[in-house]
C-alpha cells in the first residue's frame, strides 16, 4: 500500500510538495506526468488528470529502492502552492488503486520500521520540527542525530558483553569461575549505574530549554513592579497605577535571551489583603515565587520598610533591587542595584545583571538532556535492574542482566508494544 499526503504547510505558498511513499509509489510518476523519469534527477513535467488535461506543471523526483527518508520507493511532486493545485493532484493520487492518505507521521513511522532511523531519533526529528529557539533546534539536533543513541547503545553494547561472560561461565563450578568475571561484571554494571544517573539528572536543564527561565518580580503594592515588567518586555502588559493593589493575578511576557525562552512574572503586590480576588492573587504569587528560577525583589527607596511582609529567601540567581532613587532615602538596605523607572536609570544595568543571570543558568546545562518520559522510564527500569546484581549466583545476575538489556534496547525500539508507537508517531502532522 501507496501512501500520500501533503508535506508543506497547508495553504496558499509559492511551492507545495506532495509525498508517495510505497513499494507502489513510483506508479504515481506514469499515472500523472504520461513519462518515466530517472531516479534522484529532478524533472519538470506536466502533470495530467484522470482526463488526459494538464492542471500544472511541477518539479518531480523519484528515489528508489531504500534511498529514501522512509527507506521505500518514494516520490515527491513539487508543484505551485495554488490551493486548487494541492487539491486536484491530492484527488488524482486518490484515484490509483493501492493509494490511501497517510496518517499522521506515518512516513515516520516507516522509517523507523524499515530502520532508517530509531525511536530516538524519530522523537528528535518530531522536536526539531516543533522547535521555535535556537537551544531548543540544537538539543532536536543531538536527539535526531546519532549522539544522543549512540550513549544509548554503548550501554547495551557495554550489558551485552557482561552477559557474554556469563553466557560462557555459566556451566563453571563455584570454584571454576574466572578469577575477575564477578568483578568485571560489577565494575561494569557500576559504571553504566553512575551514567544512566548522570543523565536522568539532565531533565531539569531540557525543562529549561524547553519552557524557558523564569523571572518573578515581587515586591509591595506601588514599588513599581508594573513598570519594570513593561520596561523589560518592551511593551505594556502591566496597568500603571499610583492605586495599590492594581495588579491582583499572575501577568506575564515572554522574550528570549541566547536561544531560549525566558517568562517575565509580574506578581500581585504582597501586603495584607483586602479581598478574595486579591487573596487568590497572593496565593499565585507563592506559586510563582516557588517555580521562578531568577526572583527580583522590588523595593521602593522611599519606604522604610520596603520588604516588609516579604521573605528575603535569596539564591545566587536572586536580585534585591531599590526603584524610586530619585526619591529621598528611607531605609538603611544595601541592593544589588539601585534604579529609577521613572527617571530611566541604571536601567540598561539592571538588564545586564538580569541577562548575566539568565546567561549563568544556560551556560551551566550542556551537551545533550534527557527530554522524553518514554526514555526516562527504561532508564529508571535499567538501573534498577543492575542494582539488583549481588552474589556469586551467575544465573541470577544473568536474569538482571538481561531485565537491563531489555529496558535499554526499549530506548530506541519499542518491540512489543504498538500502543507507544502509536502515541509517539501520532504527535508528528500529517506528510511526515
Not at 161 to 185: G, M, Q, R, V, Y
Not at 287 to 305: C, P, R, T, W
Not at 396 to 415: F, G, M, N
Request: glycine share 6%.
Amino acid at each position: 500500500m501507496a501512501i500520500y499526503a501533503l508535506s508543506t504547510v497547508p495553504g496558499k505558498s509559492g511551492v507545495a510538495v506532495v509525498r508517495v511513499s510505497g513499494r507502489l509509489a513510483k506508479i504515481a510518476i506514469k499515472k500523472i506526468t504520461r513519462k518515466t523519469i530517472k531516479p534522484r534527477l529532478a524533472t519538470v513535467c506536466n502533470l495530467y488528470d484522470n482526463n488526459n488535461e494538464i492542471f500544472d506543471e511541477a518539479v518531480v523526483i523519484f528515489y528508489e529502492g531504500t534511498r529514501s527518508f522512509t527507506g521505500e520507493p518514494v516520490v515527491e511532486f513539487q508543484t505551485h502552492g495554488s490551493l486548487s493545485i494541492i487539491s486536484k493532484i491530492l484527488d488524482e493520487l486518490s484515484l490509483i488503486d493501492g493509494f490511501r492518505h497517510a496518517e499522521p507521521g506515518e512516513f515516520t513511522k516507516r522509517a523507523y520500521l524499515s530502520g532508517k532511523i530509531n525511536l530516538v531519533q524519530a522523537e528528535g526529528l518530531a522536536d526539531l520540527i516543533d522547535s521555535e529557539t535556537e537551544k531548543q533546534r540544537s538539543q532536536a539536533l543531538l536527539h535526531y542525530g546519532d549522539f544522543v543513541s549512540n550513549k544509548y547503545l554503548s550501554w547495551s553494547a557495554e550489558i551485552k558483553t557482561c552477559l557474554a561472560l556469563l553466557e560462557a561461565s555459566i556451566d563453571f563450578s563455584d570454584e571454576d569461575i574466572p578469577k575477575n568475571l564477578l568483578s568485571d561484571i560489577r565494575n561494569i554494571s557500576k559504571k553504566i549505574k553512575k551514567e544512566i544517573s548522570d543523565f536522568l539528572k539532565t531533565e531539569e536543564s531540557s525543562n529549561i530549554i524547553k519552557d524557558g527561565v523564569r523571572i518573578a518580580i515581587i515586591g509591595r503594592p506601588n514599588s513599581g513592579k508594573s513598570s519594570l515588567i513593561n520596561y523589560l518586555s518592551k511593551k505594556k502588559i502591566s496597568i500603571v497605577s499610583k492605586k495599590p493593589g492594581t495588579t491582583r493575578d499572575i501577568l506575564r511576557s515572554e522574550k528570549v535571551f541566547f536561544g531560549v525562552p525566558v517568562t517575565l512574572i509580574d506578581t500581585a503586590g504582597i501586603r495584607r489583603a483586602n479581598d478574595e480576588i486579591e487573596k487568590e492573587g497572593l496565593k499565585l504569587t507563592k506559586k510563582a515565587l516557588e517555580s521562578a528560577h531568577i526572583k527580583v525583589y522590588l523595593g521602593a527607596n522611599n519606604d522604610k520598610a520596603p520588604y516588609h511582609g516579604i521573605n528575603l529567601n535569596l539564591s545566587k540567581n536572586d536580585l534585591v533591587v531599590i526603584n524610586k532613587s530619585d526619591l529621598k532615602k528611607k531605609h538603611n538596605l544595601r541592593p544589588n542595584i539601585s534604579i529609577s523607572l521613572k527617571k530611566q536609570k541604571k536601567l540598561k544595568l539592571l538588564e545586564n545583571k538580569l541577562e548575566e543571570k539568565i546567561k549563568n543558568i544556560i551556560s551551566t546545562n550542556t551537551g545533550a538532556f534527557l527530554n522524553k518520559k518514554r526514555q526516562k522510564n527504561h532508564l529508571i527500569d535499567a538501573r534498577s535492574s543492575l542494582e539488583k546484581i549481588s552474589g556469586k549466583d551467575l544465573e541470577i545476575i544473568s536474569i538482571h542482566i538481561r531485565e537491563a538489556l531489555r529496558s535499554l534496547d526499549s530506548v530506541t525500539k519499542e518491540t512489543d508494544n504498538e500502543e507507544v508507537l502509536g502515541i509517539i508517531f501520532s504527535k508528528f502532522c500529517i506528510g511526515k
